[in-house]
């Protein structure tokens, strides 16, 4: 099993509609989990932190199931602007803020 | 403030030719990466830098790849005798220590090697 997975995707969903990702860790001990934006031949841009009670921020969800070893990031009314990649980070190990990086999953929102 | 800034943003090498890579984190960040991303690929962990501590390495492909951070500050990645696999986008972040240790990314080099 790889340390971090994403589904690749692509998701195509509409304008306006409500999408979400997950993704899976191998470490029960990792503590911290990010997602990123990453915009075609851009380097990733840091969307939000994940925090154990899950935290929103406008159109964006972001939650952690460390019973099941994973988060996920929901986006709300969807925007033509909100394609991208979107890749999670977790720390490996408890101690260590080495991260691993998923692959991403590739989001595409139509008009 | 200034964002994380690498160069040169674009290299293109021959085949055993060596290259140097600059990233330049933001000011007061003592966490340096290094990652690699090939084409349509994820991100590769490299190296990793955090302060006076001793580099954990094991991202590192080969003994060809080699990184050095000087004064805390600006890091170089070596490529020596390059070879066509190497060919991807290098990537740098850093981050606080303390905190949630969200990394910001530099823009990259995007590296050929023919």
């Known amino acids: 099993r790889k340390e971090v997975e994403q589904d690749p995707g692509p998701f195509n969903v509409p304008e306006g509609a409500t999408v979400a990702f997950n993704c899976t860790y191998s470490?029960?001990?990792?503590?911290?989990f990010f997602w990123y934006r990453q915009d075609c031949r851009k380097e990733p841009k840091l969307l939000m932190s994940?925090?154990?009670s899950g935290n929103e921020d406008g159109r964006f969800t972001a939650q952690l199931n460390r019973a099941s070893q994973y988060i996920s990031l929901l986006i709300r009314d969807s925007k033509l602007s909100d394609s991208a990649t979107y890749l999670c980070?977790?720390?490996?190990?408890?101690?260590?803020?080495?991260?691993?990086f998923g692959t991403g999953t590739r989001l595409k929102v139509l008009a | 403030g200034a964002g994380v800034s690498q160069s040169p943003s674009n290299k293109v090498t021959e085949k055993g030719k060596d290259v140097e890579l600059r990233c330049d984190p933001i000011s007061g960040h003592t966490a340096l990466y290094w990652y690699r991303q090939s084409l349509g690929q994820g991100l590769e962990f490299l190296i990793y830098f955090q302060g006076n501590s001793a580099p954990d390495k094991s991202g590192l492909p080969s003994d060809r790849f080699s990184a050095e951070r000087t004064g805390g500050s600006v890091s170089t990645l070596t490529i020596q005798r390059t070879q066509q696999e190497d060919s991807a986008v290098y990537l740098c972040a850093s981050s606080w220590s303390g905190g949630a240790r969200e990394q910001y990314f530099g823009p990259g080099t995007r590296l050929t090697v023919t």
């Open positions: 994940v925090y154990s």
């Open positions: 980070a977790v720390n490996i190990a408890s101690g260590t803020y080495k991260y691993i």
């Open positions: 470490n029960s001990a990792s503590q911290s």
